[in-house]
């Protein structure tokens, strides 16, 4: 059946099931603005006159909004959305109205702890401050002594993104790591689809404002659930369907919220997308639907290509001087070294691309003995391996559906946006590059209406502020550490790791294939976790520290949905012993001999940031603005790649990659003629072949839910209500062929690992799949957990967690071996 025709089995029943209805759900989300109950438990009809509101702002990396905190007797007692506020703070999320939970968690950590007995057993004893850091410093100056500063690691996530925060490598715990050139672990996660697309943009960062999405005629959504997952992108969306000028196209193996809301939903074979991207491409260019104008001009798609290197044909290979920069004396030859060489219709010689009256788009040729192709040609051959039926062999979708799809991608403004689904199979920078081709392809990029990827923006804080000294850390992948730790060795040096800091992270339960992390882990001598909360992580750890939440500091949120930077204030102290991440990084940077690096105050070092930057210099954009004003819009024109200007050698796009080189090298073994165009390989494991297939027929997916952002703050309780427990949903045919009855529990396994949890039907769900809601924590599992049957699998190119490349199978609980 059709994508639209599978549509109408969806029943009422099974849809709430797929949700985890609760009655729960109910009290929060029919009450409007949710009031928020301080450690009292005590809630306000009207706001008195004694209490304050500040703006503040989730540190997540989703959408970083802004709203309101009430603050009465020192206490947080209601988040609100901000009245008459900017669109980054007009509305909010389940997450963001009960975020102040994780301040008042009766079990938040407060005060330092060593281990007392075994890694995991969770038994701890308090130590002062004091103690903690001259434990830690004590042993890191052992080790940097004894085996250098590659000795100690630090591994950061991404929950606390803000300016002073410590997430995504930033605020003074980066700072430090960079002082004390410790080996940085690259967490690999979710780095396929931008790594993809940088091989056609020179920058994986796709992307327009979410203002302007009601521009685009229709948005095609790939393996991307907005309605549960990105709250905060899917309203401009809502609103721009509602107003009937832009319609919702999903590509989705399983039909998600926002499949609900499609005009079009098309299901395919999950780890399918870039054979769906392949064939789509194929039939726009037999039916010459491609934007052939802006081929040739924004693209590279007239370079001769040599056949025998598969490089670009350069000025050099001809015999021809390339004019140096500002040289005048060179006439009719590019600006470019070593100018790439095209085919010139008119003058019917080969000259510099930018010299070309009529570059040709097409043809094979034979220059000065070399056999040579256009990367239009090179582009075609690959793309004409897919046809429509090969296309629907492959990925499970009706050749009336490809068809549709592809008609729809050569019609009008279209945004095609991502999600991490898609990336995170073995294939992810496959489809990656070819949805970025795909945009080339039809010249879709760089207007108003017409974009891929989600609406991001990032602030660009003062770079210098990272690197006091001068010197970085040095970077290894977090899935290159049991090789690392079994050999000593990463790219051919020496990397002795004794001792492990962990902020804003959780990889115990985060990272792909957590019983294979905690085998390298327990191999480290030393472990410091800085959390809130007792997260699997923290359990395996040697010494924790209890760190402040976003809501306890003033700092800046850097990234947003759409062109700003805001202020976060702070809207209460921080309990008990809790501190910041800077003023954690100082107190270790005092003992380890660098406190001069961090003797400034964080109002000192939030203008350093701010008013230093480059956008701070050219807008006049200072912390004191934004005390005043919250936030400040420093991008009116909000397009990416705007009139097809790209950030490549000759500005641009690829549509030829000629140099593919990996994400992170380590001088892994790579095929050097893979990847210059769009491909499709086929996933590690999630793909009906093999022994594996065998074994473990189903493919195990994760998906997002509208309560915990990845796996922070586990511990809410409002949360909770809505969803108790880990559940798995699964096809009603699948589980009545295993004898599974609804609600009941079940045990997931693969050879990796196995979880038991409450299976619920849910027609929605695509036969052969397995779904299950990501960010539960091992202590929430009556056995097992879902990290346990991730995939720690490595693609030589990606270097990226494959976390919905898994396959595993199903069992009543009870019934295993």
């Known amino acids: 059946m059709s994508g639209s025709e599978k549509r109408s089995n969806l029943t009422r029943r099974g849809l709430l099931k797929a949700t985890g209805a609760t009655v729960g759900a109910a009290a929060l989300i029919g009450g409007g603005v949710l009031r928020a109950l301080g450690p009292d ?111 100690v690691a630090y591994y950061w996530g991404s929950g606390n993104c803000a300016a002073l925060g410590s997430g995504n490598f930033g605020g003074l715990l980066g700072r430090l790591a960079n002082v004390l050139e410790m080996t940085m672990v690259d967490y690999c996660t979710d780095m396929a689809l931008g790594y993809g697309m940088a091989r056609v943009a020179g920058d994986g960062m796709f992307r327009n404002g979410a203002s302007l999405i009601g521009n685009a005629d229709k948005v095609v959504m790939w393996g991307c659930n907005f309605v549960d997952a990105w709250w905060q992108h899917w309203w401009p969306l809502a609103d721009a369907m509602e107003k009937g000028s832009t319609r919702l196209i999903v590509v989705d193996p399983n039909y998600s919220t926002t499949a609900s809301k499609a005009n079009m939903w098309v299901s395919n074979r999950p780890g399918s997308d870039p054979a769906l991207l392949l064939g789509i491409m194929n039939y726009i260019v037999e039916n010459d639907l491609h934007n052939k104008e802006f081929l040739l001009n924004h693209s590279n798609a007239s370079f001769l290509i040599r056949q025998d290197t598969k490089k670009i044909l350069r000025a050099s290979d001809l015999g021809i001087l390339s004019k140096e920069k500002g040289d005048s004396s060179v006439e009719n030859v590019s600006e470019i070294l070593d100018s790439p060489i095209v085919w010139d219709e008119q003058s019917q010689t080969t000259v510099a691309y930018d010299a070309a009256v009529s570059p040709a788009l097409s043809g094979e040729r034979l220059v000065h003995g070399i056999p040579v192709k256009t990367a239009f040609d090179m582009l075609c051959d690959e793309l004409g391996k897919y046809s429509l039926e090969r296309t629907s062999e492959l990925t499970e979708v009706s050749v009336d559906d490809i068809r549709k799809l592809a008609i729809e991608e050569s019609e009008g403004e279209i945004w095609n946006i991502a999600g991490y689904a898609s990336q995170a199979y073995d294939n992810g920078a496959e489809f990656g590059q070819a949805l970025a081709t795909l945009a080339i392809l039809t010249g879709t990029v760089g207007r108003a209406g017409s974009c891929v990827g989600g609406s991001w ?249 509208r309560t915990r952002w990845h796996t922070g703050e586990f511990e809410n309780e409002w949360m909770r209500e809505i969803a108790p427990e880990p559940i798995v949903k699964i096809n009603p045919s699948d589980a009545i062929a295993r004898s599974i009855e609804d609600n009941s529990y079940v045990e997931l396994f693969n050879e990796r690992g196995h979880a038991v949890v409450r299976a619920i039907y849910a027609d929605d769900i695509r036969p052969g799949v397995l779904i299950y809601p990501k960010g539960w924590q091992q202590c929430e599992f009556k056995e097992g957990g879902f990290s346990e049957m991730t995939s720690a699998h490595c693609n030589p190119f990606t270097v990226n967690t494959s976390f919905m490349d898994v396959a595993a199978d199903i069992r009543p609980w009870g019934q295993g071996e």
């Open 41 to 151: 438990e005590g809630a306000f009809a009207e706001e008195p006159e004694d209490q304050t509101k500040c703006r503040v702002g989730c540190c997540w990396t989703c959408v970083y909004c802004q709203y309101e905190a009430h603050v009465r007797d020192g206490k947080i007692v209601k988040l609100s959305p901000i009245e008459g506020g900017s669109p980054r703070g007009s509305r909010m999320c389940l997450r963001g109205r009960s975020r102040m939970r994780a301040v008042y968690n009766p079990n938040r950590i407060l005060y330092p702890m060593k281990r007392a007995g075994e890694r995991g057993e969770g038994n701890w004893e308090r130590i002062s401050w004091d103690e903690a850091i001259s434990t830690i410093a004590s042993k890191w100056k052992s080790y940097r002594e004894e085996f250098g500063p590659r000795s």
């Open 457 to 705: 923006y990032s602030f660009n804080t003062n770079p210098a502020f990272m690197a006091p000294t001068g010197t970085f850390v040095n970077t290894v992948p977090v899935l290159s550490m049991t090789d690392i730790m079994d050999s000593g060795q990463y790219a051919g040096e020496d990397y002795p790791i004794k001792s492990l800091f962990v902020a804003a992270a959780n990889p115990m339960s985060s990272g792909g294939s957590s019983n294979e992390i905690l085998e390298w882990w327990n191999k480290i001598d030393f472990i410091v976790v800085s959390d809130l909360q007792y997260s699997d992580s923290v359990k395996y750890a040697d010494i924790v520290l209890p760190c402040a939440h976003a809501l306890e500091v003033e700092d800046v949120l850097k990234g947003s949905y759409y062109p700003y930077v805001g202020i976060t204030e702070k809207a209460v102290e921080s309990p008990a012993e809790a501190k910041s991440d800077s003023d954690i990084a100082r107190l270790i940077s005092v003992e380890m001999g660098v406190g001069e690096y961090f003797e400034k105050t964080d109002e000192e070092y939030l203008r350093e940031l701010v008013d230093e930057s480059e956008l701070g210099l050219e807008r006049g954009i200072t912390l004191d603005r934004l005390r005043v004003e919250k936030d400040i819009c420093y991008d009116e024109t909000d397009i990416k790649f705007y009139g097809g200007v790209f950030p490549t050698e000759t500005g641009r796009a690829n549509i030829y990659c000629e140099t593919v080189v990996p994400r992170i090298d380590w001088g892994q073994e790579l095929d050097p003629d893979f990847g210059h165009v769009p491909t499709f390989s086929l996933p590690n494991e999630a793909w009906p072949r093999g022994e594996v297939a065998k074994k473990y027929p189903f493919t195990l997916m994760s998906h997002r839910l």
